[in-house]
């Protein structure tokens, strides 16, 4: 009888400097089958082969192409977008990270690379991707959809416990109906973790790598094991119902349906896809309040950057759809709230802004149009030193023109 032997993890390594390459390649050539890539445009022939890589290890600077065009163009397409893009960097290089990760990468490595920190970042990468690379279909798209076949429930209801993830990270308990207090910031963080992944084993070696990046593997092993321990403890305490259960080498967390969590719900909401109608308008923007900011937001943990990404892109395409319902039934002012709503929460979103111009001209409001343009203005230049797209400005010149006629 034949034996089905597991292929290795294809990586791609994009980069024009052959030194950086030639490194990268006695890292990992052992672990993973390599492909190589010196530009951005013969990368994206190798994406989208057949045979695509399971991680991508991509430099940010590079003639023609740049890596954070190259992270767009693979985020934007639905047969990619899965693929974890770990940018290269030069260490101490004025790197702009939060570009970085709205372009869809999930991690840095610098140059000079430090051999533990490359293999441990591939490695954990890599095992968050092993249900997909085994062929089982686990990812947490289909994981929530069979959590919504299973509940009818999709926006929180009155609960006796909640969970927010959605601006500052917050358990409370039906108990006594305190916030719990994490007695260190690593059991917080690994709560934040499990949560993040749950429902799913996660192994021990990608636990440890996410959250003591920077410490030996071999030492921080007793860590994870005190940390388990005394985070069981809390949720025991608070009487909440969570189990944390252990099995071969790996940790999962489930959460019972007595406890809503609006990350979860508010995913859960954007991924049904439904139009709005004057009938399901009030669920729409009950999900809307739900996003009461980034998912774990103040935090600065690198693996919860993905999922960030896709609730903010979630975020973003349910006000766009608010926004045009509200303009298609004149209710303007519920649009501008929304839009503004929207700004707060991811200031530099210029199709947002295109959009609030817009409402601003339907109603007749030149000064809030000026306003809100001069606040892009000044967000843009202070923050990024950047000024605002050439469409955006061609809007506002064009509104700012048409003023005394009828909106067409």
């Known amino acids: 009888m034949a034996v089905s032997v597991a292929k290795k993890p294809i990586v791609l390594i994009v980069d024009d400097e052959p030194g950086s390459v030639k490194i990268l390649l006695e890292l990992l050539r052992f672990d993973y ?16 082969a057949e045979e695509k890589p399971d991680l991508i290890l991509l430099d940010v600077m590079m003639p023609r192409l740049d890596g954070y065009e190259v992270c767009r163009k693979i985020k934007a397409d639905v047969r990619t977008k899965h693929i974890p893009v770990i940018f290269i960097t030069e260490k101490n290089a004025e790197v702009d990270e939060l570009k970085g990760f709205e372009a869809g990468a999930v991690d840095y490595v610098a140059k000079p690379f430090r051999a533990d920190a490359v293999k441990a970042r591939v490695r954990a990468h890599i095992r968050l991707l092993g249900p997909r690379l085994s062929g089982q279909d686990d990812t947490v798209i289909t994981r929530l959809l069979k959590r919504k076949n299973s509940s009818s429930d999709t926006l929180p209801t009155c609960s006796d416990s909640q969970i927010k993830c959605l601006g500052k990270f917050e358990v409370c308990s039906a108990a006594d109906n305190t916030s719990l207090k994490w007695r260190t910031a690593k059991i917080k963080e690994l709560f934040a973790f499990l949560l993040n992944h749950q429902g ?39 009487g909440l119902n969570i189990s944390i259960e252990f099995s071969n080498g790996s940790y999962k967390m489930s959460v019972g349906k007595d406890i809503h969590c609006d990350a979860s719900s508010f995913e859960l909401f954007a991924l049904q896809n439904k139009t709005i109608d004057v009938g399901n308008l009030p669920e729409f923007e ?46 303007y002012k519920k649009a501008e709230y929304a839009l503004l709503k929207c700004i707060e929460h991811l200031p530099y979103d210029e199709d947002a802004y295109e959009s609030l111009l817009w409402v601003c001209f339907l109603q007749g409001d030149r000064a809030a149009l000026v306003k809100y343009y001069q606040q892009l203005e000044l967000t843009l230049k202070d923050e990024l030193g950047i000024d605002p797209q050439a469409a955006l400005k061609n809007l506002y010149e064009r509104c700012m023109n048409d003023f005394g006629k009828c909106p067409v």
Not at 33 to 48: M, S, T
Not at 211 to 230: I, Q
Not at 307 to 326: G, H, M, T
């Open 33 to 48: 089958r390599i492909r190589v890539a010196n530009d951005g445009e013969k990368a994206l022939k190798i994406v989208f």
């Open 200 to 238: 799913a084993f996660m192994p021990r070696d990608v636990i440890i790598e996410s959250l003591w990046p920077e410490h030996n593997f071999d030492t921080v092993g007793n860590n994870l094991h005190t940390t388990v321990y005394r985070l069981k403890k809390i949720v025991k305490e608070a």
């Open 286 to 331: 009950q999900a809307a309040d739900l996003y009461q900011g980034d998912y774990l937001a103040g935090s600065d943990y690198a693996w919860c950057s993905a999922k960030r990404n896709r609730l903010q892109e979630c975020y973003a395409s349910l006000i766009k759809l608010l926004v045009r319902y509200y303009i298609d039934v004149q209710q």
